[in-house]
């Protein structure tokens, strides 16, 4: 994807800021909007070559504005974290809906017929599968958090059967990498270990993830924008379970830390983001791309540790 102009919403926030860097390197004039609620991730000689405006996905009216002229818009702006977003599930419900509808509107009335938007695993709830995940099977979201992103997962199928505009929903597995704040597990155990802390691990560790190291996303994402076809989602996903506890040894083993782990009980208010067992398939996403995450967690941490 080169010679586009592109807008990004939450364009300075984690993912964002590795996309804009990424898609400002293949040469594409990038727009961004974000509020900066939680500061500006992107490298100051990549931020120098993009349009910046703080501005709330929101303001239906500005973004609209602020679109005009683009080719494809990636809405990436959220409230993150889980406890920011279990304590605040109102404000992080009307951010993903009423930011989506703006972000709708701003395509309908600029003719842009392409739309990537940053879903996310926790669609599929609890469900503990013996397997991996696809993208067939039928979802269980229990947060506020996932159940918005799934109502507009919907409201994007309803976009393109209306209003004929192309869209990717990109079904996200714990990405992770430079530049992410310690709202997000492995930062924070990063951080633990460095200090010589406790790795705090809510109940036993034995719950695991499918942690995706963060280029690997965002180069799945660009090859998607390629070619966006109707309404589809995908897994964005490294298709390898690794539990929490080990997560947290292999951290402490390659910083060499003095570290213990430390099990606590989670908060009430954590539960229904407690998942005993979640890896996805990205079997649909190498079909249409020839291309997914291949970057294991021992070498994707060893990066990050060299940056901290």
């Known amino acids: 994807m080169t010679n586009k102009r592109i807008l990004i919403t939450g364009g300075a926030g984690f993912i964002g800021s590795h996309l804009t860097s990424k898609l400002v390197e293949l040469g594409n004039e990038v727009v961004i909007i974000d509020t900066l609620l939680r500061g500006n991730k992107i490298p100051q000689d990549v931020f120098s070559k993009v349009e910046f405006h703080q501005v709330d996905v929101c303001d239906s009216a500005k973004v609209a ?28 419900m009307e951010t993903e ?34 397997q991996s995940v696809n993208e067939e099977i039928l979802v269980d979201p229990h947060t506020s958090y996932a ?20 869209s990717i929903a990109l079904r996200f597995f714990n990405i992770y990498g430079l530049r992410q704040d310690n709202r997000m597990v492995i930062p924070r155990f990063i951080e633990q270990a460095m200090k010589g802390e406790p790795l705090t691990v809510y109940g036993t560790g034995e719950q695991t993830r499918d942690f995706t190291y963060v280029e ?5 994402t660009i090859n ?8 589809e989602i995908f897994n964005i996903a490294n298709e390898k379970e690794a539990t929490i506890e080990e997560l947290a040894k292999e951290i402490i083993r390659l910083l060499n830390s003095k570290s213990e782990i430390h099990h606590i ?6 539960y229904d983001y407690e998942v005993g067992r979640r890896y996805g398939s990205s079997e649909k996403l190498l079909t249409h791309t020839g291309y997914k995450p291949s970057t294991g967690l021992q070498e994707g941490l060893s990066i990050v540790m060299k940056e901290v």
Request: aromatic content about 8%.
């Open 147 to 166: 159940m918005a992103k799934r109502y507009n997962e919907i409201y994007l199928a309803s976009l393109f059967e209306e209003k004929g505009i192309n």
């Open 224 to 231: 998607l924008a390629k070619n966006v076809q109707g309404f």
């Open 216 to 220: 690997d996303a965002i180069n799945c």
């Open 265 to 270: 009980e989670a908060p009430k208010k954590r």
């Open 65 to 92: 504005e602020l679109a005009k002229g683009a080719d494809v818009i990636f809405h990436f702006a959220a409230i993150l974290g889980v406890d920011i977003v279990a304590d605040n599930p109102i404000e992080t």
């Open 97 to 130: 809906v009423n930011g989506m509808q703006s972000v709708a509107h701003a395509c309908a009335i600029n003719g842009i017929e392409k739309l990537i938007y940053a879903s996310t695993s926790g669609v599929y709830g609890h469900l503990a599968l013996e």
